[in-house]
C-alpha cells in the first residue's frame, strides 16, 4: 500500500530565504505524486503534480518539486519565500494499486518570518 | 468559473441532532469525495462516489452517510453527530481519464462544531 511522510510538522523561514519542504512516498509501482496547499479555513489547492514525465516539476506560485525515484522523496522547494506563502502544506500520492484514494502525509505548517 | 461550493461555510449542531451538508460543482466531474479533517491533521476521506457507485472506506463510521441525486450535488449525512464529529469536512471532485492522476479540487469545507 502506498504512504507518504512528511519530515516535520513545522518548518520556520524568513522572508526571501529558501523554502524546503520534504516528502518520502512508499508505493510499490510508479506513483503520481502531488503536492497542496491550505490556507487557514479553507479546502486544499493543488500546487503541482508529478505524473511520470519531467522528474522537475514546476508549480504555481514559485514551487517546484524533484521526483528522486532512488530516494523515493518529492521535495517541495521555493527559492525565495514571501510571507503569503505561509500556510499547511500537504504532499499525497496515489497509484494503480489504490484505486480512486490519494493518500496525504500528516501535513507541514510553514511559517514565515519578516 | 467552475468551481466546488460547500454549504454552509459553518454549521452548528447539537450532539445527537442530524445535519446534512451539501457540495455542489460545475466541473461536471464523475467522482465526487468526502474528507474528515480534524485540527492539524491530514485529510481523512470518508467515501467517494464514481457516478452513482458509492465506495465506502472501511473505517467510515456507519453514523456517515452520503447521497449523490445528480453529477453535481453531494450530500453528507451525520445521523447522530457526537463531540468527536467536530471537523472540517471537505468535498472533492475529480475527473476520471483512465489513470490515477487526475486532480482531485476542493470545496472551501465546512466547519462543523458540536455542542
Known amino acids: 500500500a502506498q504512504s507518504v511522510t512528511q519530515l516535520g510538522s513545522h518548518v520556520s523561514v524568513s522572508e526571501g530565504a529558501l523554502v524546503l519542504l520534504r516528502c518520502n512516498y512508499s508505493s510499490s509501482v510508479p506513483p503520481y505524486l502531488f503536492w497542496y496547499v491550505q490556507y487557514p479555513n479553507q479546502g486544499l489547492q493543488l500546487l503541482l503534480k508529478?505524473?511520470?514525465?519531467?522528474?522537475l516539476v514546476k508549480g504555481i506560485n514559485g514551487f517546484e518539486a524533484e521526483f528522486k525515484k532512488s530516494e523515493t522523496s518529492f521535495h517541495l522547494t521555493k527559492p525565495s519565500a514571501h510571507m503569503s506563502d505561509a500556510a499547511e502544506y500537504f504532499c499525497a500520492v496515489s497509484d494503480a494499486t489504490g484505486g480512486f484514494k490519494t493518500i496525504f502525509g500528516a501535513g507541514t505548517r510553514l511559517f514565515v518570518k519578516a | 468559473d467552475a468551481m466546488v461550493i460547500q454549504n454552509p461555510r459553518y454549521q452548528v449542531t447539537q450532539f445527537g441532532k442530524p445535519v446534512t451538508l451539501s457540495c455542489s460543482q460545475t466541473?461536471?466531474?464523475?467522482?465526487m469525495y468526502w474528507y474528515q479533517q480534524k485540527s492539524s491533521q491530514a485529510p481523512k476521506l470518508l467515501f467517494h462516489?464514481?457516478?452513482?457507485?458509492?465506495?465506502n472506506e472501511a473505517d467510515t463510521p456507519d453514523n456517515f452517510q452520503s447521497r449523490r441525486p445528480n453529477t453535481s450535488f453531494c450530500f453528507l449525512d451525520i445521523r447522530s453527530p457526537g463531540l468527536g464529529d467536530a471537523a472540517m469536512y471537505l468535498c472533492?471532485?475529480?475527473?476520471?481519464?483512465?489513470?490515477?492522476?487526475?486532480?482531485?479540487?476542493f470545496g472551501p469545507g465546512t466547519r462543523l462544531l458540536v455542542l
Open positions: 466541473l461536471n466531474h464523475n467522482v
Open positions: 508529478y505524473t511520470s514525465a519531467a522528474t
Open positions: 472533492a471532485t475529480s475527473g476520471w481519464g483512465g489513470t490515477y492522476q487526475e486532480t482531485q479540487y
Open positions: 462516489y464514481y457516478d452513482k457507485d458509492f465506495n
